[in-house]
C-alpha cells in the first residue's frame, strides 16, 4: 500500500491510498505517524469504520485515554467519547450569539490544555450528521509561529502566559463576547456539570514540539487570562493586553486554519500538541453525533501555578 496526500485548504491533509480495513504494519504506522507529525491533521474519507476499528487504528498514534467523566463514555467501548447534539444535554451546551441559538458551539482550544498535560492528540469520526453547520476548525499553531516577525518570537522567548479554567464564557478574556448570551442552563462553575476545579496554569509564549521540535505558539484563545510579570518582559499591563489580543487574532487566520465539513464516513486526527480546534454548534434539536478516540499526553507542557 502506499500512502499519499493532498493539502487541504490552509493546514493539514487529506490522505489516500488508506483503508482501515487493511492491517497496520509496523512500516504503515511508522508512515502514519510521521505524516502526523509532519502535517499535525489528517483527513481519512470513505472509511468504513466501526466503533472497535476507530479504537484498533487509534492505537497506532499511542496510548488511549479515557475521559475521566464516565456519563460522556460510550457504555460498549469505554475508549470512546461521545460527542451529542440533538440529545439530552443540549439545554447545558445551549447559547446565544448575536441572537442567534447555538448548540455545542466551542471557542479554539486544545483537549486537556488547562491541566497543563494537553492530550497527545484525538481522533473524531462522524457517526451522524447535519445537513449544514457542525463544522470543526483546526488552526495551526506552529505555521502561526513561523508566520511572526522577529520581534514578537524573540518577546515570546522571554513571557509566560496564564490560563485560567472557567466555566462561564463570558468570563473569559480573549473570546469574541460581542453579542453573547449564555443560555438558561449554561453551568456556572465546574460542579454545575461534575467537573473538578482547575487552579491556573502558566504555558511559555512559544515551546517546541515534543516530537518534531518545531515552534509552536502558546496562544489559543479559550481560558487565556494574562502575560505573567509583563514588566520583567519590558511591557506594561496594557501593551501585555494588547500583544494577547494582537496574538489571539493572528492564530485565527484564515491562512492558518482549516474548517472540516463533514461527510459520511470521514475521520479526522489531530496533533493536539501543536493544533487549537473549534466547533460551530449546530441549531436546537439538530442531530449530530461524533465519536472520539482520545490519545494520552505523556508530556507537560504547562505548569501549574
Ligand atoms: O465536535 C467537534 O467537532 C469537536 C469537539 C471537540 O472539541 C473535541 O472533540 O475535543
Ligand atoms: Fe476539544
Known amino acids: ?17 488508506f483503508d482501515i480495513c487493511d492491517p497496520i504494519t509496523p512500516e504503515l504506522s511508522r508512515e502514519l505517524n510521521d505524516l502526523w507529525n509532519e502535517h499535525a491533521i489528517l483527513l481519512f474519507r470513505n472509511q468504513d469504520i466501526t466503533p472497535e476499528r476507530q479504537i484498533e487504528f487509534s492505537r497506532t498514534f499511542g496510548s488511549l485515554a479515557l475521559h475521566p467523566l464516565k456519563a460522556t463514555r460510550s457504555e460498549a ?3 470512546l467519547f461521545v460527542l451529542e447534539n440533538g440529545g439530552p444535554n443540549d439545554r447545558f451546551q445551549t447559547a446565544h450569539y448575536k441572537g442567534e441559538t447555538v448548540v455545542g458551539r466551542l471557542d479554539w482550544h486544545m483537549d486537556l490544555h488547562y ?7 484525538a481522533l473524531l469520526r462522524a457517526i451522524e450528521l447535519p445537513s449544514s453547520d457542525g463544522l470543526t476548525g483546526f488552526g495551526d499553531l506552529a505555521k502561526a509561529y513561523d508566520a511572526l516577525d522577529d520581534e514578537t518570537k524573540a518577546l515570546l522567548e522571554k513571557i509566560e502566559l496564564a ?3 472557567c466555566m462561564q464564557r463570558r468570563h473569559m478574556r480573549y473570546v469574541d463576547l460581542e453579542g453573547y448570551e ?9 460542579s454545575d456539570m461534575n467537573f473538578p476545579d482547575f487552579p491556573d496554569v502558566a504555558y511559555p509564549g512559544a515551546y517546541a514540539h515534543p516530537i518534531s521540535g518545531r515552534k509552536i505558539l502558546g496562544v489559543v484563545e479559550q481560558f487565556l487570562d494574562r502575560v505573567i510579570k509583563p514588566h520583567d518582559a519590558g511591557l506594561c499591563n496594557d501593551e501585555a493586553i494588547e500583544l494577547l489580543e494582537r496574538l489571539v487574532a493572528h492564530t485565527k487566520k484564515p491562512e492558518f486554519t482549516y474548517f472540516h465539513e463533514w461527510k459520511q464516513g470521514d475521520m479526522v486526527l489531530w496533533d493536539n500538541w501543536r493544533a487549537m480546534h473549534c466547533t460551530t454548534g449546530t441549531a436546537p434539536g439538530v442531530r449530530r453525533l461524533i465519536n472520539r478516540t482520545t490519545i494520552e499526553g505523556d508530556v507537560t507542557l504547562g505548569r501549574v501555578i
Open 1 to 17: 500500500m502506499s500512502l499519499q496526500v493532498t493539502p487541504l485548504n490552509n493546514v493539514g491533509v487529506e490522505m489516500s491510498g
Open 77 to 79: 467501548n469505554p475508549e
Open 115 to 121: 491541566t497543563g498535560r494537553p492530550n497527545r492528540g
Open 163 to 165: 490560563y485560567a479554567f
Open 182 to 190: 449564555p443560555g438558561e442552563f449554561s453551568p456556572k462553575k465546574p
